[in-house]
């Protein structure tokens, strides 16, 4: 499952690295500066180069997802979830770089039983969505 979960984060990487309005994730590397091999690549973390679309994420995501594309955002600042925002008082501007990449990160399908044409699929919606709003 992590070989299939690994091909697809690289099949990705490969078709997505080169548009500007697209940042890839990558692997972290290890102290000679090699990718190390071990990443589990769970979630596969596509950040959006928001000064180089004419759309926000959100539109975005409702894109993705009219082409039958399922993302999500998996990850919310803590400052943002209503415990933290209660008992802290934090504001959504209290912590700018997290509630920054909030903004304009997603989570691309990737999982093991994905076929060849489930990928191609994600990233010809993703690079026609980032072609046709690109700023």
Sequence with gaps: MAARRTEIARRYHAALADHPALQVPLAPADDDG???RDHAWHLYMLRLNPDRLSIDRARFIEELKARNIGVS???IPLHLHPY???VYEYDTED???AYGEY???I???IY??????DVQDVIDAVL???VHYEA
Excluded: C, G
């Excluded at 093991?112 to 044409?117: E, T």
């Design 34 to 36: 090699n990718e190390q």
């Design 73 to 75: 955002v998996h990850f």
């Design 84 to 86: 933290y925002r209660t």
């Design 95 to 97: 912590f700018p770089v």
């Design 103 to 105: 903004q304009r990160v």
């Design 107 to 109: 989570s691309l399908p």
């Design 112 to 117: 093991s039983k994905m076929s060849d044409a």
């Design 128 to 130: 026609d969505i980032a």
